[in-house]
Structures are given as structure tokens and as C-alpha cells.
């Protein structure tokens, strides 16, 4: 088989899955940028699409991206496309011959698929569609169980399924190269995981918080909130001997990438002083289970002398405001990441008041992306990456009281009340409507 750098005017298809449409665009992005390859993408882009047509990338990469990616289910050199299979037809047969023939050689066996987005396709239909290509100058043997090359007819029906044409918006061909990693989220399904916590995250949202901060090989990552500890199995209080983090990891085959958990409040620094991390991914705690506090107090407490300590000593907590707990997440970022080190973390919003402006931001740490998961008709969260492009200076710790933009930030001390209060109302509705149909 030739090698895909000596082959001219590539460009390759990906075929993404319809969901998570805010979080696609910075994934792949992301993988790119390990490979440090820009996001070109060909003419007529449509973020919403099932289907991106990109520029400037050899097989190597899109691999790369594949290997890596939950939001792209599969990848293909693209040989032709266009609004009706006669434009196809003319598109496929404009193609470079000698892109094509390292695949399709008499002593090579070959398959096509025929896979349609928002429509699905009798048997008949789609042997159909297969016939009608027999101007594709293929001399190798048919193998429907091994071939060596897989080639995919894909028609886009457009997204609404109210609303169906009767012939797709478009169509392309082109040789696939590889599947995304879609089974991932199957396979490290919470519901299959030996531990779980009261606040697990999502096996796909994990991987793809893992993707936007740019994770690669022995990259040291850190996750200030990592959980309570607690078991959440039903009619389980406490965790068993063997319930956690590192079981976990063992239990899929990474527990050589385990180094260590410890006990601490988030509030106070008990790191020296250096950019220790690579990436810095978590969902800090939004205080809806159980309000946030970190310890301290507002009183005068007298301390004990140094070296004495207090047997059975509780320490005192106070309130820790969502504000707050993003300023400290912040600027620990900006002071123990790595310069472009990224940071991933959630910020839940109340979706009525919410503007892009109540985004913390940190003058070390540039905003990336920020990409919306809808968790009820009032409130969200939002998966906001940053990357650190310099070391913080003395000042830069406060930067952010000064920015007008700090104001509607410090809403989020509120977002616990605001949460339950659109859900009461929703549930008054819905009891209203009850009583209206007489139930």
C-alpha cells in the first residue's frame, strides 16, 4: 500500500455522533493541537453537522484523532461528494486515479457500506445504491466478511426527524480509515465500575474532559475534587475494604497510571510553590447534595501553641461559596500548572440569568472553550477549558475583583437556592395540571 504522504489533494471526512453537539468542535481541536496540527476545515463547514470535510492532515493524523476521539464514530479518505449522486458521480471520477488505485489492485479485496444520518434504507435500497457505482474502475474481489479496504457510501437526510426529505442533502464516498472510540463509554459504563462515588462522572464526559485538556502519555494530572469517599450503592453507607480509586483503575487495566489520593481542604495550599501539573481536570461540588464548606471560621478562635494538638480535634468549617471556590480553583491553576497546561473543570449556571460574562476568568489562563450540557429546563453545566499562557505575577491572584465581570460571577453563591427553586415551581406546575385534569 503507498504511503498517504505521497498521495496529493487529501482531504478526509469525519462522521460524528449526534450528541454533544458544543463539546465536538474542542475535542477535536484539542487532538489536533497534540499533534500540532491547526483545524482547517473545507468550504460550507456546518458545526452542527453530522459530517466535517477537513483540510490539511495526512492519515497519520486522522488516526491519531480516532484513536483518541468519543465524539467522531468513524473516519474516511474522501473520494467524492455532492448534492445528488450524478454530482457525485462527476465529483468520484474528478478524483486523482492514482489516489485510488493502491486500493483497488486485482489481488485486493474490498467491501462497500452504505450507512444513511436521519433515515434508514430497505436491503434493496441499498444494493441499489451499491450497483449504481459500477463506474468505479475496481478490479479486486468482492469480501464482505475480511477485506482488506472499506469503502462507505454516506447520505445525509439533514437533522430533523420531523422532517425527512425524500432525497439527502448530501452525499459523499470515500475509503474509511478508522472508527472513533465510541465502545469506550460502554466499557467504563458507571453502572459496570467496582467503586462509585456520590457524584460519578459520566464515562463519555470523562473522556472528553480528558480530550479538551490535551492528556497525552505520562502527563501528570490533578483533580482537586476528586469525591467524598462515600459509596453510593443502593442500601450501602460506607465503602468496602476494596472500594476505590485504585480498584477502579485496575479493574480496566491503568493501574500502573494510579500515584496517589490524599485528604485536603481545597481552600488551603498545601502544595509547594511550582508548576507541578500538566493538566488540571475536575467537577468541583455545586452544592446541591449538601452545601459546600471548607474549614475555618468567621470567630476569634484561640489557637493551641504551636506543637500541641487537641485529641478528637474536629476542625470548624464555614461556608465555601461557589465564587470562592472557583477563585482558589483558578488561581491554583495558574500557580502549579505547567505553561500550556490546560484546565478543565464544570461551572453549573442558572440558565435564565446566565451570560457568557459570569465565566471566571484569570489573566494567566486563556479561555479555550466553553461548551454547554443541559441538565434541566433552568439550570446547566458547562465544561469551561483554559489554557495557562504565563507564570502569575503578584497582582494577578486579585485581577479578577476588579473586572466588572466578577459581579454576576459571585450569582453563583446562589445557584443551590436558585436549583430547587425552579424545581419546586416546575413541580407546583405540574401538580397544578394535575388537579386541572382531575387526577
Not at 9 to 28: M, V
Not at 97 to 113: A, C, D, G, V, W
Not at 158 to 174: A, K, L
Request: proline content about 6%.
Amino acid at each position: 500500500m503507498a504511503a498517504s504522504n505521497s498521495r496529493s489533494c487529501l482531504q478526509y471526512l469525519l462522521h460524528l455522533a449526534h450528541d454533544n453537539l458544543d463539546f465536538r468542535l474542542p475535542e477535536i481541536k484539542a487532538l489536533l493541537a497534540l499533534r500540532t496540527k491547526p483545524f482547517r476545515p473545507c468550504e460550507n463547514f456546518k458545526e452542527k453537522s453530522p459530517f466535517w470535510c477537513l483540510d490539511g492532515l495526512c492519515e497519520d493524523d486522522v488516526r491519531s484523532i480516532m484513536a483518541r476521539s468519543v465524539c467522531a464514530k468513524s473516519a474516511f479518505e474522501l473520494w467524492g461528494h455532492g448534492q445528488t449522486h450524478s454530482e457525485l458521480k462527476t465529483s468520484i471520477l474528478n478524483y486523482p486515479l492514482e489516489n485510488m488505485s493502491p486500493f483497488m489492485h486485482k489481488n485486493s479485496t474490498y467491501r462497500i457500506n452504505v450507512y444513511t444520518f436521519n433515515k434508514t434504507l430497505q436491503f434493496a435500497d441499498r444494493i441499489k445504491r451499491i450497483d449504481a457505482m459500477e463506474y468505479l474502475p475496481f478490479e479486486g474481489t468482492v469480501s464482505l466478511k475480511e477485506p482488506e479496504n472499506i469503502f462507505c457510501l454516506l447520505e445525509d437526510y439533514g437533522t430533523d426527524p420531523n422532517n425527512i426529505p425524500e432525497h439527502p442533502n448530501y452525499i459523499y464516498f470515500g475509503r474509511w480509515i478508522a472508527d472513533g472510540q465510541r465502545e469506550l463509554i460502554r466499557s467504563h459504563s458507571v453502572k459496570n465500575r467496582h467503586f462509585i462515588g456520590n457524584t460519578s462522572m459520566d464515562a463519555g464526559l470523562s473522556f472528553l474532559m480528558a480530550n479538551h485538556a490535551k492528556v497525552k502519555e505520562n502527563d501528570l494530572i490533578f483533580d482537586p475534587f476528586v469525591g467524598t469517599g462515600r459509596s453510593s450503592r443502593k442500601n450501602q453507607k460506607w465503602r468496602g475494604p476494596d472500594e476505590n480509586i485504585r480498584a477502579n483503575l485496575r479493574q480496566y487495566g491503568t493501574e500502573r497510571m494510579y500515584l496517589d489520593v490524599m485528604v485536603s481542604d481545597a481552600a488551603k495550599p498545601v502544595w509547594r510553590k511550582a508548576a507541578l501539573f500538566d493538566a488540571i481536570i475536575t467537577d468541583p461540588p455545586y452544592g446541591i447534595r449538601e452545601s459546600t464548606r471548607k474549614t475555618g471560621s468567621h470567630k476569634d478562635i484561640t489557637k493551641p501553641p504551636d506543637g500541641i494538638y487537641v485529641e478528637s480535634h474536629v476542625p470548624v468549617s464555614q461556608a465555601y461559596h461557589l465564587s470562592d471556590i472557583f477563585t482558589d480553583l483558578l488561581n491554583f491553576s495558574a500557580h502549579h500548572l505547567v505553561i500550556g497546561g490546560r484546565v478543565v473543570y464544570w461551572l453549573p449556571v442558572y440558565r435564565p440569568e446566565y451570560c457568557e460574562e459570569m465565566v471566571p476568568l484569570h489573566p494567566c489562563l486563556l479561555l479555550i472553550s466553553n461548551c454547554e450540557q443541559t441538565l434541566s429546563s433552568h439550570t446547566s453545566r458547562r465544561l469551561i477549558t483554559m489554557e495557562k499562557i504565563k507564570e502569575p505575577e503578584e497582582l494577578d491572584s486579585q485581577a479578577h475583583l476588579s473586572d466588572p465581570r466578577f459581579s454576576p460571577y459571585q450569582g453563583h453563591n446562589a445557584f443551590r437556592e436558585k436549583y430547587f427553586s425552579g424545581l419546586n415551581k416546575r413541580c407546583g406546575k405540574e401538580d397544578n395540571k394535575s388537579e386541572v385534569n382531575g387526577e
